[in-house]
């Protein structure tokens, strides 16, 4: 049972990214799922959310209209495709699946991809 | 917006003695309250959820009490390994976006 990140890395401002996660061991598409980001030395910061079946998508404010997630429940992944970047979007990316039934608790996480966004 | 506050932000305790850190929502989550471990370089790993059930594998040094707005994570004789940040979550709401700002446990 694992989620695996990928994509980050170091971009200019303005540019763009997609990261991406791994799913396996479980049933991918049982799930909702979530991307949180960490800032160099700061705490966890929630960036998006999505149910299951795309159905319902929330944004955190600090990357509303830059950042889009989706999912392919097909394929067993999660993606954040991540435009117009900042500086302050400069984190540790892990994406978390979500716990089952009416306790939404994160009880798997990635290891986390880096993205750096700098001049 | 529910805001979590955590406190102290850094607690220094020797290893064998107990730790309390603190989780106070802005208004009740009731009893939907997360605790996460995150060591150096490792992605978080839960702790607790219900505010008082441990997850798989955790240790029973490890526990969770409170409700409403005030919640507690106790960890009893600290071994050198719980030496990490720790922070709560509310999942009272969807999506559970809050987070408090960490507890830095330190020797």
Same mark, same amino acid.
């Given at each position: 049972?694992?989620?695996?990140?990928?994509?980050?890395?170091?971009?200019?401002?303005?540019?763009?990214?997609?990261?991406?996660?791994?799913?396996?061991?479980?049933?991918?598409?049982?799930?909702?799922?979530?991307?949180?980001?960490?800032?160099?030395?700061?705490?966890?910061?929630?960036?998006?959310?999505?149910?299951?079946?795309?159905?319902?998508?929330?944004?955190?404010?600090?990357?509303?209209?830059?950042?889009?997630?989706?999912?392919?429940?097909?394929?067993?992944?999660?993606?954040?495709?991540?435009?117009?970047?900042?500086?302050?979007?400069?984190?540790?990316?892990?994406?978390?699946?979500?716990?089952?039934?009416?306790?939404?608790?994160?009880?798997?996480?990635?290891?986390?991809?880096?993205?750096?966004?700098?001049? | 917006?529910?805001?979590?506050?955590?406190?102290?932000?850094?607690?220094?305790?020797?290893?064998?003695? !107990?730790?309390?850190?603190?989780?106070?929502?802005?208004?009740?989550? &009731?009893?939907?309250?997360?605790?996460?471990?995150?060591?150096? &370089?490792?992605?978080?790993?839960?702790?607790?959820?219900?505010?008082?059930? !441990?997850?798989?594998?955790?240790?029973?040094?490890?526990?969770?009490?409170?409700? &409403?707005?005030?919640?507690?994570?106790?960890?009893?004789?600290?071994?050198?390994?719980?030496?990490?940040?720790?922070?709560?979550?509310?999942?009272?709401?969807?999506?559970?976006?809050?987070?408090?700002?960490?507890?830095?446990?330190?020797?």
């Amino acid at each position: 049972v694992q989620l695996v990140e990928s994509g980050g890395g170091s971009v200019q401002p303005g540019r763009s990214l997609r990261l991406s996660c791994a799913a396996s061991g479980f049933i991918f598409d049982d799930y909702a799922m979530h991307w949180v980001r960490q800032a160099p030395g700061k705490g966890l910061e929630w960036v998006s959310s999505i149910t299951w079946n795309s159905g319902t998508i929330a944004y955190a404010d600090s990357v509303k209209g830059r950042f889009t997630v989706s999912r392919d429940n097909a394929k067993n992944a999660l993606y954040l495709q991540m435009n117009s970047l900042r500086a302050e979007d400069t984190a540790f990316y892990f994406c978390a699946k979500e716990s089952t039934g009416i306790s939404w608790y994160f009880d798997l996480w990635g290891r986390g991809t880096r993205v750096t966004v700098s001049s | 917006e529910i805001v979590m506050t955590q406190s102290p932000a850094t607690l220094s305790v020797s290893p064998g003695e !107990r730790a309390t850190l603190s989780c106070r929502a802005s208004q009740s989550v &009731g009893s939907k309250l997360a605790w996460y471990q995150q060591k150096p &370089g490792q992605a978080p790993r839960l702790l607790i959820y219900d505010t008082s059930t !441990r997850a798989t594998g955790v240790p029973a040094r490890f526990s969770g009490s409170g409700s &409403g707005t005030e919640f507690t994570l106790t960890i009893d004789s600290l071994q050198s390994e719980d030496f990490a940040l720790y922070y709560c979550q509310h999942y009272n709401t969807w999506p559970p976006r809050a987070f408090g700002q960490g507890t830095n446990l330190e020797i």
